[in-house]
């Protein structure tokens, strides 16, 4: 294990990036505090004294190096990760550093494994992809689920979100996933993504209490939906998010997320169920928590130190499932920040 505990962290003042720069140091690492707008940065150093520092801009990659010199690696939270992923990686190659991100834009989610994946195996570098609550949970719930299956019949995601106070990140990058598809859906069936119109289909999910049976929109096919179909076998994956959180998130006039309390999580409560199924057999997975926002951090913490640990052997892309042994990973989060069910 490394002595270097400096981490740069792109997009440090954000809404995300503050929680990930306070995981950090809680866990005893010293992040670098990186990001486009000097003074977001300053007014952010204001609040973690001593800490370094350093503006840099995507379209600037002499600006990116200093960012990262001297860091054992870099998590990125700048979204839309359509415009940040790119400079960033190729950042994280030329300095040799494994590159973390939080991006949950299917678009982009798709562009960095096929973009990198060969040049992060011949570079030497990790690459950790959507290591956040889309992208991330579902795919490692999804792998602990299917517990040695080779494929499964089907595997289906609901979302069990009490509410969604959208960050303007997650708003931003919402249009720009849109303008991509032109407006249309994201839907996997037959092995692989297709796009489509019309409206969403409408049902019910029964989670477990205290959630219970909720409406859910379906066909709400989130950045899980690349990360599990890169290495789990299925040719179909179903996603369902509850109707009061879709609600929330359509909104014209969207609430932002309010801290309810110093840790600066907000009161939303989220359950995550996946359910994989092979002929008549099925298993569950589920995890609980708080703030979807203020979970990303532990969970992208957590990966950035079993990287630096050595735990990926192999240089390249990776989704969270793919990386480490599922129910391990899952289970160093809990209780502290998940309550977990395996059925
Ligand atoms: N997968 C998940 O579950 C998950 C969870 C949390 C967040 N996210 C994603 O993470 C991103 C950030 O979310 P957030 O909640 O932290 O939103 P936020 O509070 O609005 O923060 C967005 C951050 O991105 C920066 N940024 C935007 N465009 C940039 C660019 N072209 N170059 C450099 N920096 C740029 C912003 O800097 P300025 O203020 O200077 O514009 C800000 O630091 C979003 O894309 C969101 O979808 C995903």
Known sequence: MTSNKSVAVY???????????????????????????????EALVAEHPGLTLRPASVDDPASLDRALAGAVAVINCAGPFASTSAPLVEAAMRAHIPYLDVAAELEANIDTFNLFKDRARE????????????????DLLATAAMDGWTSADEISIAYGLDSWKPTTGTLVAGQVSKQRRDGRRAVFADGKIAYTTGAAPSGEWTFPAPLGKQPVVGEFTMADTVTISRHLKTPEIRSYMTATAVRDLTDPNPQAPVASDESGLSQQTFV?????????????????GRDIYGFTAPLVVEALERVVAGEVKTAGVFTAGEAFDARNFLASLSPAHLSLEMR
């Open 11 to 41: 997009g440090a003042y954000g809404h995300t990036g503050r929680f990930v720069v306070s995981e950090l140091r809680r866990r005893g690492w010293t992040p670098i505090l990186s990001g486009r707008d000097p003074k977001k940065l």
């Open 123 to 138: 570079a030497g570098i990790v690459v950790l992809h959507a290591m956040a609550f889309y992208g991330g949970l579902g």
């Open 272 to 288: 995550v169920e996946v359910l994989v199924r092979r002929g008549a057999e099925e298993r569950r997975a589920t995890a609980s």
